[in-house]
T-cell receptor, first 113, second 118 residues
Framework: AQSVTQLGSHVSVSEGALVLLRCNYS??????LFWYVQYPNQGLQLLLK??????LVKGINGFEAEFKKSETSFHLTKPSAHMSDAAEYFC???????????FGKGTRLSVIA | GAVVSQHPSRVICKSGTSVKIECRSL??????MFWYRQFPKQSLMLMAT?????????EQGVEKDKFLINHASLTLSTLTVTSAHPEDSSFYIC??????????????FGPGTRLTVL
């Protein structure tokens, strides 16, 4: 069984400040981990993913995340927030094969000018 | 990149009618598609997994006779909400899994369909 916990349903940062969105997972098999972003009334857009190999993964829009097995974490970061980053962010986990994605509850990011 | 479309983007219907939502993978073949439901300010809830040429697998608590899923081709899956009621009003999102070992588990999402039942 797999699960995802996103700490903080709402995170607010100033424009230009560091963005840190936390995600911890639970998985009985080696996990595949994902971050998606959702803008209002839209579907989800893949930001980045970890499958195997390098534990620091870079995604679109300047985001990156680091897989830390010892901490069962996959936190999302961006050095400098931009107003356009304001959105809902979802962390998700899946196993191999055709297992569906399991999503966290989401974190709403607000960026203050 | 992989593109998934949904149609319609928004639909309003009367209580008791049926509504069909289409999900298409535009530039790849998807043997597996997923249907999610999302309530306001909440996460996505998986409703069912749709496999081309076979019956859909529904999650616990999802009425398969109410939410009919058909995956007739490698690029099209449809979700029909039968005898819709106001409590079925929600944002429905489909996704398709990109095939191949190089991108395990990766799903690409459609833009969603906002269903409002009056």
């Amino acid at each position: 069984a797999q699960s995802v916990t996103q700490l903080g349903s709402h995170v607010s940062v100033s424009e230009g400040a560091l963005v840190l969105l936390r995600c911890n997972y639970s998985s009985s098999v080696p996990p595949y981990l994902f971050w998606y972003v959702q803008y209002p009334n839209q579907g989800l857009q893949l930001l980045l993913k970890y499958t195997t190999g390098a534990t620091l993964v870079k995604g679109i829009n300047g985001f990156e995340a680091e897989f830390k097995k010892s901490e069962t974490s996959f936190h999302l970061t961006k050095p400098s927030a931009h107003m356009s980053d304001a959105a809902e962010y979802f962390c998700a986990v899946s196993g191999s094969g055709n297992t569906p994605l399991v999503f966290g509850k989401g974190t709403r990011l607000s960026v203050i000018a | 990149g992989a593109v998934v479309s949904q149609h319609p983007s928004r639909v309003i219907c009367k209580s008791g009618t049926s509504v069909k939502i289409e999900c298409r993978s535009l530039d790849f073949q998807a043997t597996t598609m997923f249907w999610y439901r999302q309530f306001p300010k909440q996460s996505l809830m998986l409703m069912a997994t749709s496999n081309e040429g076979s019956k859909a697998t529904y999650e616990q608590g999802v009425e398969k006779d109410k939410f009919l899923i058909n995956h007739a081709s490698l690029t099209l899956s449809t979700l029909t909400v039968t005898s819709a009621h106001p409590e079925d009003s929600s944002f429905y999102i489909c996704s398709a899994r990109l095939p191949g070992p190089s991108v395990p588990g990766t799903q690409y999402f459609g833009p969603g369909t906002r269903l409002t039942v009056l």
